[in-house]
């Protein structure tokens, strides 16, 4: 527009997120269409303080109520910057006819962040908001400046009634033909017949729609067009915990260790720096205690290994007694940790209610896909510190069924923190669209190596002659 020398009275000059200095120029104004090609991860750290105070103080009544992405890429705030410019949508209301969105992403967005994270969050609210309506992925090689994939995401609160609660992803990688001449990184062009034809796999809404594309050459017929539940993107991340096993022992070499534990090496350390005086008497009484408590732990050294945590413990307690001491929690803490050892044949440790102690060592995590019917929205988190009876009746029962399926049979001991579940959101687009081939006959391949081997030493021998 300023190049053609048109109207320029709607072009705002400013930072689209805000910086402190210049705030949104269409600030409570609506849109029924809104296009955008953001820079690709791009961080926005210049405007950190001003979006994470919008954040904080507006929520959901300004534009990054969702969730802020890593510092290191900035796209998803463009998007919910977008998505608060829309206009209203009733169905049968003239007057709140909704609005459509059209944003450019690099393939980060679709699944950057762990469950619960920011990103997470805000694709899980455009989706379970039911406003996600498509996603294309384009060729790369098509941008000046970014030989990378790119991919189209269509958002929208006016759904039409049969995508509604639904999402289609679209395969438009081989919609392209090649530029007679390159511009820098732009060597790919999508032609008009072409748009034309992904405009009309997207109207035409179906699942397992196929096309010819070219391959390396070759045509092939290939799935384009896939349709999904929006619940098909949401996923369950539950912690698996192992209880903590270990031996002990009084061994001189992990006597040893205890100076290697920050609250026994600060025993002998002193505070008062103004006080040499003082400072070395306290260094002295703190050595003392140290070579006292050495050797009460020694007297258990005749007792051999301990499998069992809470008879060591209790031989602790009596030599320590014995010895006239009182060791506080951060030193017997520190006693455990130089004496013992995690060992898989050891008796299970166990905590003052005698539940297993998890072993954080071996805590590892499942993602469990939502459940067919699952009913969305979903809670923010799942567990006993924010309590819902549908989630408690529905997904404890899942995650309690894929425990007995995947990992029971392999690790009978292990169970789920249910108050670390959380729910998150990926959209893993080129998995949906992947096509395996199996390897070459090794028999090929060991005969182009032979013919390639002698092409070699054809060539060396040339160049000795």
């Known amino acids: 527009m300023l190049i053609k020398d048109e109207d320029t009275s709607r072009i705002v000059l400013g930072d689209t997120l805000g910086d402190g200095k210049t705030r949104d120029g269409f600030e409570g104004k609506k849109f029924h269409y809104l296009l955008a090609n953001p820079p690709f991860g791009v961080e926005w750290k210049d405007q950190k303080a001003f979006v994470e105070k919008e954040h904080k103080e507006l929520g959901f009544t300004g534009r990054f109520g969702a969730g802020l992405p890593a510092i290191n890429d900035g796209s998803l705030l ?12 009733k169905e049968k209301d003239e007057n709140a006819v909704g609005s459509k969105i059209a944003i450019v992403f690099n393939g980060s967005p679709l699944f950057s962040g762990d469950a619960g994270s920011g990103q997470s969050n805000i694709r899980r609210w455009i989706i379970e908001k039911d406003w996600l309506d498509a996603i294309v992925a384009l060729p790369d090689q098509l941008f000046y400046n970014t030989g990378i994939f790119t991919y189209i995401w269509l958002v929208t609160n006016r759904k ?41 796999i997207y109207g035409h809404f179906q699942d397992g729609e196929t096309a010819e594309v070219r391959i390396d050459g070759d045509t092939e017929t290939r799935v384009v067009s896939r349709i ?27 006597l040893a260790r205890l100076d290697d534990q920050s609250a026994f090496a600060n025993l002998a350390a002193s505070k008062k720096r103004k ?5 070395a008497r306290e260094i002295e009484a703190g050595r003392e205690l140290q070579d006292a408590i050495r050797k009460a732990l020694s007297t258990l050294e005749a007792k051999g290994r301990y499998m069992d945590r809470k008879a060591f413990d209790a031989d602790l307690t009596r030599a320590v007694k014995r010895a006239e001491l009182k060791l506080p ?11 013992g050892e995690r060992d898989p044949d050891a ?3 166990r ?32 567990g006993p510190d924010k309590p819902n009876d549908r989630l408690a009746g529905e997904f404890r029962d899942v995650i309690d069924a894929y425990m007995a399926r995947e990992v029971l049979p392999h690790v009978a001991d292990a169970w789920v923190d249910y108050g ?22 090794l028999d090929e391949i060991e005969a182009d190596i032979t013919a390639l081997e002698g092409e070699i030493a054809g060539l060396l021998k040339g160049l000795v002659a």
Do not use: W
């Open 347 to 349: 008796e299970i440790c």
């Open 160 to 200: 039409a009634p049969e995508r509604r609660g639904k999402i289609q992803l679209i395969d438009g990688t081989r919609f392209f033909q090649r530029m007679k001449k390159s511009l820098n990184n732009k060597r790919n062009e999508i032609t008009e017949d072409q748009i034309r034809e992904l405009t009309r």
């Open 78 to 89: 463009f998007l919910q910057h977008m998505i608060s410019k829309m206009h209203l949508y």
């Open 275 to 279: 006080d040499d005086k003082a400072a």
């Open 420 to 441: 670390k579940t959380k729910v998150g959101y990926e959209i893993p687009i080129n998995r949906h669209f992947y096509v395996y081939k199996p390897p070459r006959p």
């Open 329 to 339: 929690a951060p030193i017997k803490k520190a006693v455990f940790a130089a004496l």
């Open 228 to 254: 999904f539940e929006n619940r098909e993107f949401g996923f369950l991340k539950v912690t698996v915990e192992r209880p903590l096993r270990m031996n002990f022992e009084a061994s001189p070499s992990r």
């Open 351 to 382: 905590d003052g209610n005698g539940d297993p102690e998890p072993d954080s060592e071996l805590r590892d995590t499942e993602n469990i896909p939502l459940p067919e019917g699952a009913t969305l929205p979903l809670p923010m988190q799942f």
